[in-house]
């Protein structure tokens, strides 16, 4: 009976279905063992990243290695740029251009990948610290979308940087090695907690009470006022040489203290802080640095500031991204590019907005339209748009070019699909997409599916982070 079924003659319509149907499928299901085996070999490498990477600023000086070790060059450094030439320029090192030349004109466009390098997470206050009770506390902001619930009793660790008195800096970093005391903020017992877990979710913690417990020792003279905050004084100075005076103006971020791990008994997932967004630059650093040169130009853009709008001088909307490949553009011509050519630069230029959408959670599938959803193992989503709603606050990828990445993509065997994040009434989220087509570049959004975004502990499925890599170093070295 098997035989007879397996020898049937395919009826038209099934010969018309296979024709004219489409779906996405989960990668596991045709997986090469070659293939998965390098898929392993990139995730350890990017578990390191994410471990080494917690900041912005930490990822940038990372990529910054990563970059020279490679032979890329200082673009200030450089009079004259040649085909092949490999450059890179930091923006106030926390954004970062980088960039291999090709054999033509930047005005016949630059193929380019960008990405965030920021994360939600906590940031100390100018004026931190303080005693309470006999307890030592550090007053933080929430930066970006968090769910403030989720960062109550969990292990934490401070990092940054402390610009002293004299002009010097220092890096702190607390709380990742392995002797290392960890902070936390505690939350309130259940037992005492009726009216606390009667609020709604974004009430459960104010944004006030994000205070972190750093000490309970007091200074030893028993006559000084604040002496548990004078003893926490004491140890930062005598370790960092730091003062109160540079509290105020040091930028120090609170993250989770925990180390990327696998996740599942198959271990097919990635679980970490900080993969919204630094999957996607890891994955477009790693596909320039292993791309074969093409005739347009190659380049990755870090981004910071995307969390919270995208504004400042290392946002994605400041001028110093356009300033940056003006002057990339220039090093090539040999000459300052008229206003002419550097529209023309933009207008030919293509991007892949390099950034994480939403894998569908079938726990939560009330918010998710299963039809226009990401799904985990199905390789790089692709988001059309974005934006909320009306697809308010978003641009919208015009269908010459998704078709023509899509294709892209098809030819060179990259598993992709095509999602939403979310249905459409139940929130949404913006990415710096818009900003670029605004300049007049063609821009779609792509990237790494994840569970729990925006949570002390994110999740990827180790297929579509390589799967990513993959489509970048394609999109580098065949996209025209």
Not at 104 to 117: I, Q, R
Request: hydrophobic content about 35%; aromatic content about 10%.
């Amino acid at each position: 009976m098997a035989e007879e079924i397996a020898g049937k003659e395919k009826t038209a319509g099934e010969k018309l279905q296979e024709k004219l149907s489409f779906k996405f499928k989960n990668q596991w299901d045709a997986i090469d063992p070659e293939l998965e085996a390098s898929s392993h070999k990139f995730n350890e490498d990017y578990k390191q990243a994410l471990d080494q990477g917690k900041t912005e600023r930490e990822f940038h000086d990372m990529a910054i290695n990563r970059l020279e070790a490679a032979g890329f060059k200082n673009l200030a450094e450089v009079e004259k740029l040649e085909l092949g030439d490999k450059v890179y320029r930091s923006v106030h090192n926390k954004g970062l251009l980088a960039a291999i030349v090709g054999s033509k004109s930047p005005t016949e466009g630059l193929l380019l990948v960008g990405s965030h390098t920021d994360s939600p997470r906590l940031d100390l206050k100018p004026y931190p610290l303080y005693e309470q009770n006999e307890l030592a506390l550090l007053k933080t902001h929430y930066y970006g979308g968090i769910k403030k619930y989720q960062w109550v009793s969990t292990q934490l660790a401070i990092h940054g940087v402390v610009i002293k008195q004299d002009g010097s800096k220092v890096e702190i970093c607390i709380g990742e090695a392995e002797d290392d005391p960890v902070l936390t903020i505690p939350d309130l017992l259940p037992h005492l907690g009726r009216k606390q877990m009667a609020k709604p979710a974004k009430e459960v913690v104010e944004g006030e009470k994000l205070n972190i417990l750093v000490g309970s020792k007091p200074y030893p003279e028993k006559d000084l006022s604040d002496r548990f905050k004078l003893n926490i004084l004491s140890i930062l100075h005598d370790k960092y040489g730091i003062t109160e005076r540079d509290l105020v103006t040091a930028e120090l971020e609170v993250v989770p203290a925990h180390k990327a791990k696998d996740v599942g008994l198959d271990r097919s997932f990635v679980g970490a802080y900080g993969q919204d967004d630094r999957v996607c630059a890891w994955t477009s650093l790693e596909a320039l640095l292993d791309a074969m040169p093409q005739t347009k130009t190659q380049g990755i853009l870090f981004f910071d500031k995307e969390e919270v709008g995208s504004d400042g001088n290392t946002g994605a909307q400041s001028d110093l991204y356009f300033f940056a490949l003006n002057e990339l553009c220039a090093k090539i011509m040999g000459k300052e590019p008229s206003i002419l050519e550097v529209q023309q630069m933009l207008e030919n230029s293509k991007l892949l907005s390099s950034d994480v959408t939403a894998a569908y959670d079938p726990d939560y599938a009330e918010v998710y339209e299963p039809l226009n959803s990401a799904y985990c193992n199905y390789g790089i989503g692709i988001n059309k748009y974005t934006g909320g709603g009306g697809k308010g606050g978003t641009t919208d990828a015009n269908a010459e070019y998704f078709n023509e990445i899509t294709r892209l993509f098809e030819k060179y065997n990259i598993p992709w699909q095509a999602g939403e994040l979310g249905k459409i009434d139940e929130g949404g989220g913006g990415t710096i997409a818009k900003f670029f087509a605004n300049a007049g570049m063609n821009v779609i959004d792509c990237g790494v599916p994840v569970l729990a975004m925006h949570s002390c502990f994110e999740v990827t499925a180790k297929l579509d982070v390589f799967n990513t890599y993959r489509a970048y170093k394609i999109f580098f070295e065949h996209a025209e």
